[in-house]
């Protein structure tokens, strides 16, 4: 059973607009998100996290959002770049001390110059 | 530093045979993880170690082994392999800083398998 959801396997946006990428969880001991991005051939990189306790971290142009209450996350992209047509995984954790995470599906981002 | 580092980057095995993914990293790491990457789906967590000479079993351990004899290494064997094991597999590898709340895992390229 999938703990961790993106919805949208696929998002296309101009570059310079803004880039919404969403992903909801079931789990409510998870305790710590991440997104990491990925291009093909490659391994996931991590590109910006938020704990429970918060509900925005902002990291130059991105940003992540974070609602408990409705087990739902985001990362904004502002402005998309070309440079960010990557996969975008969304991931959590819960407090087990080996820091195991469990990744959504993934959405692949298109920046159109 | 070449961070996480995994070998072979490609394999082609027949049902039955057997082999072993090495995965190294040399950023003195006390964590290290497998997971596997299918189509429409996203990265899950095969076995995972906490430190040398432990191991540990994740989301779907069923057909794999694991040992980390070294702290730098984690192997990854399997034993009889099956046309569903056809995947990509990555390593990654975390700190345990009790600094932070939380240790983010660094990724290798991958090993693309294919069991025919």
């Known amino acids: 059973d999938q703990q961790v959801k993106q919805n949208s396997p696929s998002l296309s946006v101009q570059e310079g607009r803004i880039s919404i990428l969403n992903c909801d969880y079931t789990n409510s001991m998870f305790d710590y998100f991440l997104w990491y991005k990925k291009y093909p051939a490659e391994g996931p990189t991590f590109l910006i996290s938020i704990s429970s306790i918060k509900d925005k971290n902002e990291d130059g142009r991105f940003t992540v959002f974070l609602n408990k209450s409705a087990k739902h996350l985001s990362l904004h992209i502002v402005p998309s770049q070309p440079g960010d047509s990557a996969v975008y995984f969304c991931a959590a954790s819960a407090e087990t001390g080996a820091n195991n995470l469990f990744f959504g599906t993934g959405t692949r981002l298109t920046v159109i110059p | 530093n070449a961070g996480v580092t995994q070998t072979p980057k490609f394999r082609v095995l027949k049902t039955g045979q057997s082999m072993t993914l090495l995965c190294a990293q040399d950023m003195n790491h006390e964590y290290m993880y497998w997971y596997r990457q299918d189509p429409g789906m996203g990265l899950r967590l095969i076995h995972y170690s906490v430190g040398e000479g432990t191991t540990a079993k994740g989301e779907v351990p069923d057909g794999y082994n694991v040992s980390r004899l070294k702290k730098q290494n984690f192997l990854l064997g399997l034993e009889s392999a099956a046309p569903s094991q056809t995947s990509v597999y990555f390593c990654?590898?975390?700190?345990?800083?009790?600094?932070?709340?939380?240790?983010?895992?660094?990724f290798g390229p991958g090993t693309r398998l294919t069991v025919l």
């Open positions: 990654a590898s975390s700190s345990n800083s009790g600094t932070v709340s939380y240790n983010e895992q660094f």
